[in-house]
């Protein structure tokens, strides 16, 4: 079974702060991707990434940069938080495509 | 840029009855179409997918159809039980090679016992 996970499930930061979000996941998936999630907004993509050091841009890239050195980590990085960045965000992976990706299950993050 | 448009946005229905969801999408070279339920508080898990060469696909009681033509997939549960409340997303892939999905902006299914 596929295995995605997240470091932190609740994370409270500071406006200013630099904040890393970390993924791993366990099935060798080329693909990675980073999810916001907020009410009636559905799931919108940040980054994502099909190769390792390879990425591309989201529909909300913006605030946000991504890493990955390594085929099974994908770190999402919130450069300077705000609080209109205070939200729900997923990490999944997938294999190929038009393979169903896989979800972590989500960092609640809250900037004060 | 490629969207997915989901309705309804909240749905309750009697235990016992049938709910439909319906998705559109405006890519044309879309081709596979996964269904997520995500219950509260946990992650989104895939239920059921089809892909672009099939018109429909059933998995016990939940379906879910394709019209390529009109670019529109629906997802039906049959006999809903109040372990079906959840908010369900649909999605579709996008034409680059990325393995990219668009999702719907959810639903969210109330069944009352």
């Known amino acids: 079974d596929v295995k995605v996970t997240q470091s932190s499930r609740y994370l409270v930061k500071r406006t200013g702060e630099k904040v890393f979000l970390e993924c791993v996941q366990d099935m060798d998936h080329e693909n990675m991707f980073w999810y916001r999630q907020d009410p009636g907004l559905g799931l919108r993509l940040i980054y994502f990434s099909y190769d390792v050091k390879m990425k591309e841009k989201g529909d909300i890239p913006e605030g946000y940069s991504v890493s990955r050195e390594k085929k099974e980590r994908f770190s999402l990085i919130l450069e300077s938080a705000s609080t209109n960045q205070t939200s729900m965000y997923l990490c999944?992976?997938?294999?190929?495509?038009?393979?169903?990706?896989?979800f972590g299950d989500g960092t609640r993050l809250s900037i004060l | 840029g490629e969207n997915v448009e989901q309705h309804p946005s909240t749905l309750s229905v009697q235990e016992g009855d049938s709910a439909v969801i319906k998705c559109t999408y405006s890519d044309s070279a879309s081709n596979y179409f996964p269904w997520y339920k995500q219950e509260l508080g946990k992650r989104p898990q895939l239920i059921i997918d089809?892909?672009?060469?099939?018109g429909e696909k059933k998995d016990q009681r939940i379906a879910v159809t394709l019209n390529k033509t009109a670019k529109h997939f629906s997802l039906h549960i049959t006999e809903t039980q109040p372990e079906d409340s959840a908010v369900y997303f649909c999605a579709a892939s996008i034409s680059s090679n990325t393995g990219k999905l668009i999702f719907g902006q959810g639903t969210t299914l109330q069944v009352k016992p």
């Open positions: 089809i892909r672009s060469n099939v």
């Open positions: 999944a992976s997938s294999s190929v495509l038009n393979q169903p990706q896989h």
